[in-house]
């Protein structure tokens, strides 16, 4: 008997241990693209559970305004405790709601392999420092007195204040790591090409128009990343944590969202137009490389 | 009497013994000074002679010199035989062909980037511009 155990329980390793590789295999194959689907797949299944929580809350906001128009009308011990039930289930959907929106940002910035993998998890952490927080007020909200919830309801309001400047400042540094990820690679491809019209110049090739165009690209690039410098700095110049004049800061983390957002187009501009001047290379690169026409004898 | 007296001072025959010896004095004093006044001029020559010789040696060397290194620079850049590879390689009946698929991987890649990188600011702009849950403030207000 004990030897039957030994010989499941091996054969229950050996399986996992092929599933996981065999899983990995299948994500080392698929292609870009397929990665990026994959990803946007389980990004748009965390923003429908959000927008599902979203549901909830404009209905328990709904019904919690609808209970205080009844206490408004008839004030008696019932309408007055279904307020408070209809209060502390609208603050709990509120909170709910709000940690969705997270786990989807999360989500994406988790799943993107087109981030640098520390800003990946710099970005996950801080996202994380606000589910906790989140998490802890839920718990405490769905045990709280008619009187905890009213605190608890100003205290998810002050949240949702530097909720909303955050939200510009994490989804600004998150486009700009996005970018840079890109110029990076650009940087990676020009330096490949370089090398690879220095082999086709030994090999006695003209070169003279693809080394123009490889300057042209790295050119593009260099403007690109000038782009990527300014809208990171835009961002960083985002409060974190609102102020006391919290209509002002919200309005100056506007500009700075869209001055950055601004440069973040730039960049993308930038960055296509090397990629028309990529195309135009490698098509270059092709006739060059290709064998010669032997001249008729 | 002073007639006969001065008659009787008479410059000396040259012709004679003594007169052929005077010759023969002045002859080979002449072929002396001669000899000196040459051997004079011939030291002095010589003496000039031979530093124009050493500089014109110098010179020479110099210009060898020069002309070495531009026949060397020329030897080292030399271009002519740059081709024969490919000469060589057309001779026995070859063509060189430079691979440049990898770089078409990477056009194909970039374009790929670039797809997703439209996609993925498209997205971060859905989620910084979300207004779903911006009566979450009012609502709570009334609590």
């Known amino acids: ?297 | 009497m002073e007639t006969e007296q001065t008659q009787g001072i008479q410059t000396p025959p040259i012709a004679g013994k003594n007169g052929k010896k005077l010759y023969i004095y002045i002859g080979v004093g002449v072929l002396a000074a001669i000899l000196i006044a040459a051997g004079i001029y011939w030291y002095a020559q010589k003496e000039q002679i031979v530093p124009i010789l050493e500089d014109l040696a110098i010179d020479n060397e110099e210009e060898a010199l020069n002309q070495d290194l531009l026949d060397l620079e020329l030897f080292a850049g030399d271009n002519s035989l740059e081709g024969l590879d490919n000469d060589l390689t057309r001779v026995a009946g070859e063509n060189i062909v430079v691979e440049t698929a990898s770089a078409e991987k990477m056009e194909s890649e970039f374009s790929e980037e670039l797809s997703g990188l439209s996609s993925d600011l498209a997205d971060l702009e859905g989620i910084g511009n979300d207004t779903s849950l911006d009566t979450l403030e009012s609502g709570l207000s009334n609590i």
């Not at chain 1, 390793?13 to 899983?23: N, R, S, T, Y």
């Not at chain 1, 961002?235 to 950055?260: C, S, T, V, W, Y």
Request: proline residues 1%; charged residues 35%; positive net charge.
């Open chain 1, 1 to 297: 008997m004990k030897k039957m155990e030994k010989k499941i329980i091996c054969l229950a390793v050996a399986m996992f241990l092929a599933g996981a590789i065999g899983a990995d295999a299948a994500y080392q194959n698929q292609t870009l693209k397929e990665k990026d689907e994959a990803a946007k797949a389980k990004y748009q299944e965390a923003w429908g559970q959000y927008q599902k929580e979203v549901n909830f809350f404009k209905a328990a906001r709904e019904n919690f305004s609808s209970a205080r128009t009844k206490l408004q009308k008839v004030k008696n011990a019932d309408n007055t405790k279904d307020l408070g039930e209809k209060a502390k289930s609208f603050l709990g959907k509120s909170i709910s709601a709000l940690i969705k929106k997270l786990e989807a940002l999360k989500s994406w910035v988790l799943n993107k392999r087109a981030l640098e993998e520390s800003d990946r998890q710099a970005i996950a952490s801080e996202i994380d420092k606000d589910i906790a927080w989140l998490n802890d007020k839920a718990l405490k909200a769905s045990t709280a007195t008619p009187e905890e919830i009213k605190e608890q309801a100003r205290t998810i309001r002050q949240y949702w204040k530097k909720h909303r400047i955050w939200m510009k400042k994490i989804t600004g540094q998150i486009w700009a790591a996005r970018v840079n990820f890109t110029i990076k690679k650009a940087e990676d491809f020009a330096a490949k090409l370089s090398a690879k019209a220095q082999e086709l110049k030994a090999a006695g090739k003209e070169t003279a128009q693809l080394e123009a165009w490889l300057l042209e690209f790295s050119g593009k690039i260099s403007l690109a990343k000038e782009k990527y410098e300014a809208a990171k700095a835009k961002f960083a110049e985002i409060k974190a944590e609102p102020g006391p004049d919290f209509e002002n800061e919200l309005r100056a983390a506007d500009e700075l969202f869209k001055a950055g957002h601004n440069f973040i187009k730039e960049a993308n501009r930038y960055i296509k137009k090397a990629h028309a001047k990529l195309r135009q290379i490698v098509n270059e690169m092709k006739k060059a490389g290709k064998a010669e026409e032997a001249p008729a004898e």
